[in-house]
């Protein structure tokens, strides 16, 4: 990603409560899948909530997968997403994950953070699962906690930064509680 784009979409961040509405940038998020698959719905319903989440900053988000890829694809501002595990919500028994293993990363190099990311779909479904009663399984409920931590990944990939805010989806943790309900606090 080019440094004057960052500069852009740092100046909207900053401005946009004063700057008329214009005409969004596009970022092409390609997610690539492992082998265990995922939901069609809680895909759409990520897609739906990261974009929802990141439309203050006047970005619109274009999603291609990187089985569908043509050979040699051309892309303006582009940002890839690993899916690991298994993106949906099978009637998987809940198992304890260790506290503080994250839901998702960007990744950095020297210091540099680069617009490759992974998120850790096992480890979401499993966060969701802890607050789901009655056994319940819903794909729109793991697509909006995908969403979100989309969101709060692409945050860092479009900033260039580390830093996490007080509140919101950029905060430096979100709860099982935050992923799996209607809103945000």
């Not at 852009?8 to 970022?27: H, Q």
């Not at 203050?56 to 291609?64: F, K, T």
């Not at 793991?142 to 260039?160: D, I, K, P, T, W």
Request: charged share 20%; aromatic share 4%.
């Amino acid at each position: 990603m080019s440094m004057p784009f960052v500069r852009v979409l740092i100046a909207w961040f900053a401005l946009s409560p004063l700057l008329p509405a214009a005409p969004p940038a596009t970022v092409t998020v390609v997610l690539s899948f492992e082998r265990n698959g995922y939901s069609t719905g809680a895909v759409n319903a990520m897609e739906r909530e990261a974009q929802s989440l990141l439309a203050s900053s006047h970005v619109r988000l274009e999603w291609q997968l990187q089985d569908n890829l043509p050979g040699h694809p051309e892309f303006g501002e582009m940002v890839v997403l690993k899916m690991s595990g298994r993106c949906a919500m099978d009637a998987v028994p809940v198992i304890p994950d260790e506290l503080g293993l994250p839901l998702g990363m960007t990744y950095a190099s020297d210091g540099e953070i680069l617009s490759f990311g992974k998120i850790d779909c096992d480890r979401v479904r499993q966060s969701v699962q802890r607050v789901l009663t009655g056994g319940r399984h819903d794909d729109a409920v793991l697509g909006r906690a995908l969403g979100r931590v989309v969101a709060h990944e692409m945050h860092h990939m479009l900033s260039r930064s580390k830093a996490h805010t007080a509140q919101g989806v950029t905060r430096k943790s979100l709860s099982s509680a935050d992923l799996a309900r209607e809103t945000l606090p």
